[in-house]
């Protein structure tokens, strides 16, 4: 029973962030990444949520309230995931645009929220919840995965943006891009955890209009050329 369980919160879970990686691969169509490298980054992502996990767990030991607790989950989250993608893609050959930062840590992210869905999911449907499960799932969904999407593909953006500069750019870039990403996921977070329902629901109406700014990102990353910077 165990085991069904699991393979119907894995279906729940990986499921939607698969949809969202489909949908926007379609933005890097010129030039599409080799699948066996999207795929080690989706996977990459996975595996750093269980990284993730003791690390929050001893964040929750320490930190001096709940606030401070989450902000510092985002950070942890956000850190990891980026490090993911520096081990497995920003060392790759396939590495040869602006664009491909943006493309490889947006398959890290929902790698991660992939897994994270699953984790979640699982308590309902341990519980014999399908209901509460599948609203559970859809929730995630809307919200979380959208989170992890919209945080990463920023640091993505910063990336790309320094593609064709100097060291120092790029380091400048991505730390902005970074405290950007933190800022938004902890807020996030911050919002869920002292809002009503209402409140929720602007947050998430929030976050879609951040995925509307990420179809303008692709398409300004589009335009950086080595004459332009």
Known sequence: MIRAEFAYALMAGVLPPLVWLFFWLREDSAQPEPRPLLARCFFAGMLIVLVAIPLEQYIGTIAPSQSWQYIAWAAIEELLKFIAVAIV???????????????YAMTVALGFAALENTLFIMGPFSQGSLAQGIVFG?????????VHLVCS???????????YRHTFSKVLTWTIGMGGAVAIHAGFNLTILHADSLDTLRTFGLVWGAVVIMIVFFEEIKAVKPHLV
């Open 89 to 103: 893609a920003l060392r790759s050959k396939a590495y040869d645009e602006p664009i491909d930062a943006m493309v």
């Open 138 to 146: 859809n929730m995630r969904f809307i919200g979380a995965t959208l």
């Open 153 to 163: 593909t920023l640091v993505g953006f910063s990336l790309g943006l320094a593609f």
